[in-house]
């Protein structure tokens, strides 16, 4: 599992660690790694760290502070290590001392040496920046970014929230992040997230002093791995759960045959469709059942999925407050969140502990869901989704870029995906994780553990599938089952 914690957990267990430390240890920590992986990204560009040009942007706090300490010891190994103070009069005393120390220097015009560096060192704010960029470090970041250097942000990207991911304003746009003793929100979840580029954490000792219970997590293939369902010697169809799947409408029968696929490989032993796309769903996949009429007298299922592609006609009404009277697991997507009504899913959780319920909005669903622009939804991300969940008393599953997955207890982590890839921005691929989420809670995955699941697994698929070419829907649920052979192998 991969964690991340807010700035106050981290300043928290700073201040403990500080007290049993001698002063400046954990600078020196948090160089010293800063610099090896400086080190290691030379000498994969160049060969070795010997004559390259490194410049160091400092600010005013002890991001710099880390930046200065990280370029003496580079200079130490033979690089050409230059300063760029944007706040010359608080730059971090010890620090500049150490560069000048080992033979470092201070920069006379920042835009030439930013033309000729190897490798840029962002070091303007980390855990103490606030709002984007201020204007004096703008056209300098742009600078580092237009010649052919590597760009190393020192512990998050400038201009980036730690804690929600949000930019606002202009932000570095880093090739490497390198973050110390945790990751932060901001460096997992989106529009943060790809400024960071790749992620390296170095250990400086912070690990005893975070809270247990991290602000965010991101599965891993070993987690996703322990939470799959296995089918036992003894398990029959019925065992394995079924799944139930209203979606689709005459208009949209695609969207019953993509949930249906999705469904048939998130492990449930069977699933049942209901709605007005028998035919279609029959044609595809003859193994899965089929019902006309209302979802309740179809038979005995362990959860419902309704909504995708169901319009709004009077039978999609009554067959969204049907499944939402039923007292199993229910995810509802797409048509489903406009037809529900939110006091009828309110009264599920009281009504009986297994009808839980998980919402699948995309960013303009959740939008309309809060009222408010979808603009405000893609910016605060983690914010968007905390709402939800909370307002609805429901599990959510934001989808896009960085897919997130909160639960209605605010003390539980959100979980983001970490698997997602832009080629899944295709119609009808929210309809294959609709189906497959809706099987994974069926065989018996709670809400966040069969959201966080079924993204994991959706993004790998479309991955393994797309190789670097589009891919439509129906590729990625035919691509299921090899992700998840990836994961268990
Ligand atoms: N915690 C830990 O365990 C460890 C922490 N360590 C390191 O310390 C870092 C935190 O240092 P920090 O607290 O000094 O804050 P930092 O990020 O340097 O920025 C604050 C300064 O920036 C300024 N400023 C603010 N916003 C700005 C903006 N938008 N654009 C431009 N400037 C802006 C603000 O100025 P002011 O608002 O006062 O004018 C203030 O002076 C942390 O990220 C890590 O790198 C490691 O060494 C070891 C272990
Ligand atoms: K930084």
Known sequence: MRTAHSVAAVRNAERELMDRLPE??????????LAAACAGLLREARGR????????????????????????????????????????????????????????????????????????LDGITGIGGRGGLRPDAVPVARAA???????????????VEADSGEVAGEAVRADATVTFGTYKPGLLVDPARERAGALRLVDIGLGPYLPSVPALEALQHADVARLLPVPTGESDKYRRGVVGVVAGSARYPGAAVLAVAGALRGGAGAVRYVGPGVEAVLARFPETLVHEGSPSAAGRVQSWVVGPGLGDGSWATAAVADVLASDVPVLVDADGLRLLDVETLRGRSARAATATTLLTPHAGEAAALLGIPREDVEAGRLDAVREL???????????????????PDAGVPVRVNPTGTPWLATAGSGDVLSGLAGSLLATGLPPRDAGSV????????????????????????????????????
């Open 24 to 33: 400046g240890a954990l600078m020196q920590r948090a160089a010293a790694g």
């Open 49 to 120: 760290v010997y004559g390259a040009r490194v410049v160091l942007l400092v600010g005013s706090g002890d991001n710099g502070g880390d930046a200065l300490y990280a370029g003496a010891r580079l200079a130490r190994r033979g690089a050409g290590v230059c300063a760029v103070l944007l706040v010359p009069g608080r730059t971090h005393q010890g620090g500049l001392g150490a560069l000048l120390g080992a033979g470092g220097r201070v920069a006379d015009d920042p835009f030439d040496v930013l033309a000729a560096a190897d490798l840029v």
């Open 145 to 159: 970014r237009s010649g052919s250097a590597m760009v190393v942000a020192v512990d998050l990207p400038s201009g």
């Open 389 to 407: 969940a909370a307002r609805y008393g429901a599990t959510v599953l934001l989808k896009g870029s960085t897919t997130l997955v909160a639960d």
């Open 454 to 489: 079924a993204a994991y697994l959706h993004g790998l698929a479309a991955r393994l599938a797309a190789r670097g070419a589009p891919v439509a829907a129906d590729d990625v649920a035919a691509w299921l089952p090899e992700a998840w052979r990836n994961v268990v192998g």
